[in-house]
């Protein structure tokens, strides 16, 4: 069988064909399309190389080819993505988002607003109220509901009727079903104060709660 520039026919075996040229046994996609043509047109006529061979380096200069475009198109994904990314990081800072926990900060000099997760009807649902020291200073009871996100508020005053003073405050959701008292996720309101930008994910710092993933958030609201 011939040879182009020392390569025989079979040569480009043992090259490693990637997208941009490296170090040594690398091809780049036009030296990989140079050498295949230069090694068409001298090879031997009664000696033709093999259909099979042939294709086979088609697929492979095809494969770089692809794999290039697809780094391109990759790369322009996740620069718009970081850019969306940024431009949503902006827009929520000083806003309320709703996410599952069990504290938040609250102004108790109006109604506090939110929402638990019952996953089957119950005829007794109750949200027990905590303060920072842990002692239960009020209860919302929200007698017989549906199973689904049920909505309850809290007017900010203990069970005597005296406003509390605003602060942090844990809520306890618990229904009755099943022959026993069971416990409820809460989705309570958080203040944004800033986000962090990097990683795999757009991290929100929420008043009172710490740093939260955006997956966690269930509503953005004013």
Same mark, same amino acid.
């Given at each position: 069988m011939s040879t182009v520039g020392g390569v025989s026919a079979s040569g480009l075996d043992q090259y490693q064909i990637k997208p941009e040229t490296g170090g040594k046994k690398e091809l780049g996609k036009n030296e990989f399309l140079n050498l295949l043509v230069a090694q068409l047109n001298n090879q031997n006529p009664l000696e033709p190389q093999g259909n099979g061979e042939f294709i086979a380096q088609l697929a492979q200069f095809s494969q770089v080819e692809g794999i290039e475009k697809l780094n391109t198109s990759m790369g322009s994904l996740v620069s718009g993505y970081q850019s969306s990314q940024a431009l949503q990081a902006s827009s929520l800072v000083g806003r309320k988002v709703i996410v599952?926990?069990?504290?938040?900060?609250?102004?108790?000099?109006?109604?506090?607003?939110?929402?638990?997760?019952?996953?089957?009807?119950?005829? @007794? %649902?109750?949200?027990? =109220?905590?303060?920072? +020291?842990?002692?239960?200073?009020?209860?919302?009871? $929200? #007698?017989?509901?549906?199973?689904?996100?049920?909505?309850?508020?809290?007017?900010?005053?203990?069970?005597?009727?005296?406003?509390?003073?605003?602060?942090?405050?844990?809520?306890?959701?618990?229904?009755?079903?099943?022959?026993?008292?069971?416990?409820?996720?809460?989705?309570?309101?958080? @203040? %944004?104060?800033?986000? =962090?930008?990097?990683? +795999?994910?757009?991290?929100?710092?929420?008043?009172? $709660? #710490?740093?939260?993933?955006?997956?966690?958030?269930?509503?953005?609201?004013?």
């Amino acid at each position: 069988m011939s040879t182009v520039g020392g390569v025989s026919a079979s040569g480009l075996d043992q090259y490693q064909i990637k997208p941009e040229t490296g170090g040594k046994k690398e091809l780049g996609k036009n030296e990989f399309l140079n050498l295949l043509v230069a090694q068409l047109n001298n090879q031997n006529p009664l000696e033709p190389q093999g259909n099979g061979e042939f294709i086979a380096q088609l697929a492979q200069f095809s494969q770089v080819e692809g794999i290039e475009k697809l780094n391109t198109s990759m790369g322009s994904l996740v620069s718009g993505y970081q850019s969306s990314q940024a431009l949503q990081a902006s827009s929520l800072v000083g806003r309320k988002v709703i996410v599952p926990t069990d504290k938040a900060v609250v102004d108790t000099s109006e109604s506090f607003k939110a929402s638990l997760v019952l996953p089957v009807s119950s005829s @007794n %649902v109750y949200v027990n =109220v905590y303060d920072a +020291s842990g002692s239960v200073v009020s209860r919302v009871n $929200l #007698g017989e509901q549906q199973a689904g996100n049920v909505s309850f508020i809290w007017d900010g005053k203990d069970s005597s009727g005296n406003l509390m003073p605003p602060g942090t405050y844990k809520f306890e959701a618990q229904a009755t079903y099943d022959g026993e008292a069971k416990g409820l996720y809460t989705m309570l309101p958080a @203040n %944004v104060d800033s986000v =962090v930008l990097g990683g +795999s994910e757009l991290m929100l710092n929420l008043a009172g $709660l #710490g740093s939260v993933p955006l997956s966690q958030v269930q509503v953005i609201g004013q």
